[in-house]
Structure formats: structure tokens, C-alpha cells
């Protein structure tokens, strides 16, 4: 069973950057198509971004597309997700999660088998 284990998170600036890890252990991540997604207080759980296990296609929500990058490290059992241009609406727990590979990235909650336990992004207007 993987486990995934998220850091990188903090309190910054608009127009700030950040880039969060998600390390697994307990499984080979090269196994495992991966996605990040948050979840700000009051609101459902939403997706963010997913990469491909072989990390040659990638997806992204419209409200962050061209300023946020995921990617990953095979090697490292990691995957990053660089974030630019930071909004206040950017603040969220910041999760991420893993399911079997496949063709598709999928951007619902239910389709990932595993998570991690979030990490808090705050950005300060």
C-alpha cells in the first residue's frame, strides 16, 4: 500500500511562488498515475493537476493553467507541483493522491486510491 506524504506548503505573498512535494513510500510510483488537489474551508475537495505515471501528459484546472507545473521524479518516488503567481484563491490544504495507471488522468476524488494528508497553502493578499 503507498503511502503519500505532502510538504512544501506555507504562507506567501500574491505573486509569491511555492513548490510542494508529495513523497510515497510503500510502492513504486511509476506504478501510479498522480493528481493534486485541494480543498479550501467550506468548499469540496477540487482538482488541480494530474500527470500521467510515465509524466509525458499532464492536465490542468482552468483556474490554475499557465501558472501552475506538475511533475515528477520516478527515481525519487516524488511529484512536485510548482506554483507561480499565487492568488489568494490559491489558499487551500493541498493534497495529493494516487491511483493505478491508466490513459487517462481522471479529476474526480473517488477515482484515487490513495492520499496523503494535505498540506496548508496560504497566500496573503
Known amino acids: 500500500q503507498v503511502q503519500l506524504v505532502e510538504s512544501g506548503g506555507g504562507l506567501v505573498q500574491a505573486g509569491g511562488s511555492l513548490r510542494l512535494s508529495c513523497a510515497a513510500s510503500?510502492?513504486?510510483?511509476?506504478?501510479?498515475?498522480m493528481g493534486w488537489f485541494r480543498q479550501a474551508p467550506g468548499k469540496e475537495r477540487e482538482f488541480v493537476a494530474g500527470?500521467?505515471?510515465?509524466?509525458?501528459?499532464?492536465r490542468y484546472a482552468d483556474s490554475v493553467k499557465g501558472r501552475f507545473t506538475i511533475s515528477r521524479d520516478n527515481a525519487k518516488n516524488t511529484v512536485y507541483l510548482q506554483m507561480n503567481s499565487l492568488k489568494p484563491e490559491d489558499t487551500a490544504v493541498y493534497y495529493c493522491?494516487?491511483?493505478?495507471?491508466?490513459?487517462?488522468?481522471?479529476?474526480?476524488?473517488?477515482?484515487?486510491?490513495?492520499w496523503g494528508q494535505g498540506t496548508q497553502v496560504t497566500v496573503s493578499s
Open positions: 493522491a494516487a491511483r493505478g495507471w491508466g490513459i487517462t488522468i481522471k479529476t474526480i476524488t473517488n477515482e484515487y486510491d490513495y
Open positions: 510503500g510502492g513504486t510510483l511509476s506504478n501510479y498515475n
Open positions: 500527470i500521467r505515471w510515465s509524466g509525458e501528459s499532464t
